[in-house]
């Protein structure tokens, strides 16, 4: 009969003892599982804070260039091709002389093609 009660007192203090540690872990990861989850939002917010103002600026950017368009579309038309033209040969790694013979004289002699790196790539 002492037996089957100190088995039973073990059994409690077994409980009690797991009871502690489950509220032990859960007080240790819950407060670590908040703050990653509040960290995760803020994080979100704020990309979504500087997507929408991107989009915001581009949206105001496209109006401006618009209202300009709709006032002289030749001159604006034409400084947007300029422009592009420009972001793109910005890129390119091509030299273009002019074939008409006007502006291009002793060009030639001046740049010095034979000193670029030969990769065995052509930039086409």
Same mark, same amino acid.
């Given at each position: 009969?002492? /037996?089957?009660?100190?088995? *039973?007192?073990?059994?409690? %203090?077994?409980?009690?003892? &797991?009871?502690? !540690? &489950?509220?032990?872990? =859960?007080? /240790? ?5 908040? +703050?990653? %989850? ?5 994080? %979100?917010?704020?990309?979504? @804070?500087? *997507? *929408?103002?991107?989009? #915001? +600026? !581009?949206?105001?950017?496209?109006? @401006?260039?618009? #209202?300009?368009?709709?006032? &002289? ?9 300029? !422009? @592009? ?6 890129? &390119? @790694?091509?030299? *273009?002389? /002019?074939?008409? +013979?006007? =502006? +291009? ?6 740049? #010095?093609? #034979? /000193? ?5 790539? !052509?930039?086409?």
């Amino acid at each position: 009969m002492i /037996d089957a009660f100190n088995d *039973v007192q073990r059994a409690r %203090a077994d409980q009690e003892r &797991a009871r502690n !540690e &489950a509220q032990a872990y =859960s007080n /240790d990861i819950l407060p670590k599982a908040r +703050g990653e %989850a509040e960290r995760i939002r803020q994080e %979100a917010e704020a990309y979504r @804070s500087q *997507v *929408v103002n991107l989009a #915001q +600026g !581009e949206a105001r950017r496209f109006d @401006s260039v618009y #209202q300009t368009y709709a006032q &002289a579309k030749d001159v604006t038309a034409w400084r947007l091709y300029l !422009e @592009s033209m420009d972001d793109m040969l910005k890129k &390119a @790694s091509k030299v *273009v002389i /002019d074939g008409s +013979g006007k =502006s +291009g004289a002793g060009v030639l002699p001046l740049l #010095q093609l #034979q /000193d670029k790196p030969k990769s065995g790539k !052509e930039n086409r």
